[in-house]
């Protein structure tokens, strides 16, 4: 989070809506065309893989905004817990309706948007803390020069440790 102002998130996020938006409308646009030329039937009738595509366009981008929105009215630190909140119901939300509209367990259906999203939310949070922390090594070791090398021994653990002098300011 250091050094990252709330408009940079905000910024990046209507960048990442909106370029999802537009490659989850073509694979939409192209899995339907494929599927009207895969059958000749189907191919007699009027095509839907343009309405198809506004849909999955307009669909993800409204849905994208969800998480970003409290980025919008509270604090960049705050509205990191209430953005997974808001997406959290939001995915409960379209468990709940998918399941009544195909008429399935509404509970059931409900729950397993929420915890499958959740985890997806959880594997997105986990690989960016993994990267960012990658990020910082690799950055400490081009642009921090290591002088030495010494190990010492570790007054809690008891045993030898390696430590880094870094020299330099």
């Known amino acids: 989070w250091a050094g990252i102002s709330q408009k940079e998130v905000i910024i990046s996020g209507l960048v990442l809506i ?3 938006a537009f490659s989850m409308s073509v694979g939409s646009f192209l899995s339907e065309r494929t599927t009207e030329e895969s059958y000749s039937d189907i191919a007699t009738q009027k095509s839907k893989s343009i309405p ?3 849909i999955m366009f ?3 981008l409204l849905c994208g905004l969800i998480p970003l929105l409290p980025y919008l009215i ?3 630190d705050q509205a990191f817990w209430w953005s997974i909140l808001a997406s959290l119901c939001a995915l409960f939300l379209l468990g709940f309706f998918s399941a009544k509209i195909l008429h399935t367990h509404i509970l059931k259906g409900a729950f397993r948007m929420m915890v499958i999203g959740g985890v997806a ?3 997105g949070i986990i690989v960016g803390i993994i990267i960012l922390i990658l990020l910082c090594e690799i950055f400490v ?3 921090i020069p290591v002088s030495d090398q010494l190990y010492e ?3 809690y653990i008891g045993r030898l440790t390696y430590v880094r002098i ?3 300011t």
């Open 74 to 76: 509270i604090s960049r």
């Open 52 to 54: 198809a595509a506004i």
């Open 166 to 168: 870094y020299s330099g």
């Open 58 to 60: 307009f669909s993800y």
């Open 153 to 155: 021994t570790d007054p």
């Open 121 to 123: 939310i959880s594997l």
């Open 141 to 143: 070791r081009i642009f």
């Open 18 to 20: 909106s370029v999802e």
